[in-house]
């Protein structure tokens, strides 16, 4: 009964405390200085793929990735538009081709050899130059930065077996900045003297990072890989040929089905 009769006596004074606690809670709320809210967040850009990579390896403004999407989407509505027609062309000129090869119509299938030729090197021009619209925005010194990195890539994959070491990856890196200059983009070689100049620049600097950069024991272990590699595929592709010359029927078992 003691205790029911202090429970009035509590509820009261907690009536007369509570207000003021609330109170003072809510001045310390007003008086505790605003959470800054974050300027300095990054940008999310629109860019994915290869050039998502581009705006993160070159740390490229808003403004210049707006530039590189908007070609991007221009670029990807034209070539929809002209594909259709010279994939038709294509395949009327090969289909020709054919016809004319069986027919042993010799000027007329150099005739269409070289019209499909120069159908093929009309679009390498055209993707070519719609790269150049989207690199564009980029100054020289980005491009060449992102020629670099690309050559980078490529030798990171040639060499990926010799499990190359920090030192070794970053003295990669340094041959392949010093190499961008002569070596074009893969996407300029719209013609075979570029296609030579850019296998002979990748081939060079191949070369450069074997003899400079790789042990005795890593030039070793990727020849061996290589010898072995080449042996496995003789192998197959001698395999998918007695493969074949095996499923084709004999002359005579033709004639015995025949009957």
Same mark, same amino acid.
């Given at each position: 009964?003691?205790?029911?009769?202090?429970?009035?006596?509590?509820?009261?004074?907690a009536?007369?405390i509570?207000?003021?606690?609330?109170?003072?809670?809510?001045?310390?709320?007003?008086?505790?200085p605003?959470?800054?809210?974050?300027?300095?967040?990054k940008q999310?850009?629109?860019?994915?793929?290869e050039?998502? %990579?581009?705006?993160?390896?070159l740390?490229?403004?808003?403004?210049?990735c707006?530039k590189?999407? &908007?070609?991007?989407?221009?670029?990807?509505?034209?070539l929809?538009?002209?594909d259709a027609?010279?994939k038709?062309?294509?395949?009327?000129?090969?289909a020709?081709?054919?016809?004319?090869?069986k027919?042993?119509?010799?000027d007329?299938?150099?005739d269409l050899?070289k019209?499909?030729?120069e159908?093929?090197q009309a679009k390498?021009?055209?993707?070519?130059?719609?790269m150049a619209?989207i690199?564009?925005?980029?100054t020289?010194?980005q491009?060449?930065v992102?020629?670099?990195?690309?050559?980078?890539r490529v030798?990171m994959?040639?060499?990926?077996?010799?499990?190359l070491?920090k030192?070794?990856?970053?003295?990669?890196?340094?041959?392949?900045d010093?190499? &961008?200059?002569? %070596?074009?983009?893969a996407?300029?070689c719209?013609?075979?003297?570029?296609?030579? &100049?850019r296998a002979d620049g990748?081939?060079?600097?191949?070369?450069k990072?074997?003899?400079?950069?790789?042990?005795?024991?890593?030039?070793?272990k990727?020849?061996?890989?290589?010898?072995?590699?080449?042996a496995?595929g003789?192998a197959?592709?001698?395999g998918k040929?007695?493969?074949?010359?095996? &499923?084709?029927?004999?002359?005579?078992d033709?004639?015995?089905?025949?009957?």
């Amino acid at each position: 009964m003691k205790r029911l009769a202090l429970l009035p006596a509590f509820l009261s004074a907690a009536l007369f405390i509570c207000p003021a606690a609330l109170a003072q809670d809510e001045k310390a709320k007003e008086d505790k200085p605003e959470k800054k809210k974050k300027t300095d967040k990054k940008q999310k850009t629109k860019l994915r793929g290869e050039y998502g %990579i581009m705006a993160s390896v070159l740390k490229l403004d808003e403004e210049t990735c707006a530039k590189i999407q &908007a070609q991007c989407e221009a670029n990807a509505k034209a070539l929809k538009e002209a594909d259709a027609a010279g994939k038709a062309k294509l395949k009327e000129l090969r289909a020709a081709l054919a016809k004319a090869k069986k027919a042993k119509e010799e000027d007329k299938v150099a005739d269409l050899q070289k019209q499909i030729k120069e159908a093929e090197q009309a679009k390498a021009k055209q993707q070519a130059e719609n790269m150049a619209k989207i690199m564009a925005p980029l100054t020289d010194e980005q491009k060449a930065v992102w020629k670099a990195f690309d050559l980078n890539r490529v030798m990171m994959r040639e060499f990926k077996a010799a499990k190359l070491t920090k030192e070794q990856t970053a003295s990669v890196k340094k041959l392949c900045d010093e190499a &961008a200059a002569g %070596i074009p983009f893969a996407s300029e070689c719209t013609d075979a003297e570029k296609k030579q &100049a850019r296998a002979d620049g990748l081939k060079k600097l191949a070369e450069k990072v074997t003899s400079d950069v790789l042990t005795e024991e890593q030039r070793a272990k990727l020849t061996k890989g290589a010898k072995e590699g080449k042996a496995k595929g003789k192998a197959k592709a001698g395999g998918k040929a007695k493969a074949k010359k095996e &499923a084709k029927p004999a002359e005579g078992d033709k004639e015995e089905g025949a009957e």
